[in-house]
Every structure is written in C-alpha cells, then in structure tokens.
C-alpha cells in the first residue's frame, strides 16, 4: 500500500501540503478520492487512511484506524560518514536509512578527495529527500537527519551525545568489531545511542584516529578484507541493528 508523511494532523483528519508529494501522489501514483493509503503523522503515529479531497494546496485524508507495528530501532545510530566520491553517499544515506539509522554526518576528513563545501545547502536537501524515500519504501516512521558537515573537533563535540563511538580503522590489530560488541552486551549495559566513525575511500589519517580515540571512540577492525567506505557504513550499521535489538 503507497505510503506517505501528512504535514498535520487535526483530530481524524490528516493534510499533505508539500507541492512536490502532492505532484507524486495526483501525476505519478495516479491516486484518487476515496483510495486507502498509509500515513505517518507525529512521532512514532501511522494510520490507515482514505484520500477524502484532493486539491492543488493539498490532499485531505480521514484517519480509518491508527497501525501498531514496531518500526523504528532501540538503539539511535549516528553514522559519521568521511564524504565519498561521486554518487557513493546517496547510496550510504539510502541503504543506512533502511536499516533504521537514526542521523547522519557527512564528514570533511584530510583524505577526502570530494567536498560539498559550495553546494552544501543543496547537496544536504538532495541528501534528505533520498532518506525521505528511503523511510518510506522501508515503512519507517521517522525520517534520519542528514546534518551539516562536520569537521574533527566537531565529530568529537557531536560524539558526546552517543554512549558508545566505534571507528573502523583498516589498520587495527588489536580489537574484533565482533569482540567489542561482545563485550559491551555481555555488561549487560542497555545501549540506546551509538556512533559509527567511517573514513572516506583513503581511510582515516593516523592523527585522526588518535584524536577520535582519545576522545573516547573505540578502533575495530572488521576482518582481514578491506571494504569500501560505502560497504563499511552498510555493513556497521546492519551489524549495530542486530546486536543491540
């Protein structure tokens, strides 16, 4: 069944006012009075509901029954992401959005080849709308936050918030992704915020990870095979959604 977030909510009535859903939902879906659809509308709220009025300042729907189905994580994941060449963090942004990722930050690291300095503004909006898809095609109730960029003492202010922040260092020798996990859930402590540290394609410069570990991130490794930036934000962030749910 299409899905879609409503703008507000007045008691059992909900109202979609952005042009450009409305454009999908009366030229692209085809979508017309009296079809059902899903509706997320407020925190943690979805609702089957019937397209009442359809005008081009917005769609009125009537709220038919409220749906209780668990879809977002326990635990909030902060991806921080070192930016990517090409079209690789539109891919990172929709496949971390579908795995249920709370926020992510693009990250201006000294082996980044790319930046979004002049086009930053438009390139966040552009990397918003693909969560905003994502979150609806994997029936998610919340869209993540796709921050501003952040540089190195930025991440380590921001990765205060987090009660756990693991790095992923291709050069590390001491410390399993697997083994650090374990050891956290064998305390028996209840993570609900964690941070995942990832380099761009050149990996982390030696002096960045020292300063992030300094500040309190853990440096992992993932195995003896080397990913790609995007496959290793893909990869922490499905391994974090099955450890601690």
């Known amino acids: 069944m299409d899905r ?16 450009d859903e409305i454009k999908h939902i009366t030229k692209v879906m085809r979508l017309r009075a009296g079809e059902r659809v899903e509706i997320i509308a407020g925190p943690d709220k979805e609702y089957l509901a019937e397209i009442k009025e359809i005008s081009k300042a917005e769609i009125e729907l009537a709220i038919i029954e409220e749906i209780k189905k668990k879809r977002e994580l326990d635990c909030r994941i902060t991806i921080y992401q070192g930016i990517p060449k090409g079209q690789k ?27 979004i300095s002049e086009k930053e503004d438009k390139k966040i909006a552009r990397w918003q709308k693909i969560a905003h898809e994502a979150s609806k095609q994997a029936k998610r109730l919340s869209v993540p936050a796709i ?42 402590r209840k993570t609900v915020s964690a941070g995942i540290i990832i380099g761009p ?15 309190g991130a853990e440096s992992v490794s993932l195995g003896d095979r080397i990913l790609r930036t995007e496959t290793a934000a893909i990869y922490g962030a499905a391994v974090l959604a099955y450890e601690f749910e």
């Open 201 to 215: 394609e050149g990996g982390l410069e030696e002096c960045e990870r020292a300063v992030l570990c300094e500040a």
């Open 89 to 115: 963090m539109e891919l990172i942004i929709q496949k971390a959005t579908e795995l249920g990722v709370y926020r992510i930050v693009p990250c201006d690291l000294k082996r980044c080849v790319s930046s």
């Open 147 to 188: 921050e501003n960029t952040m540089e190195i003492d930025e991440i380590i202010d921001d990765m205060k918030s987090n009660q756990i922040n693991i790095l992923f260092y291709e050069s590390e020798d001491n410390l399993m992704l697997k083994d650090c996990l374990r050891r956290i859930t064998s305390s028996g």
């Open 4 to 19: 879609f977030f409503a703008d507000r909510c007045i008691d059992d009535r909900a109202y979609i006012t952005d042009t």
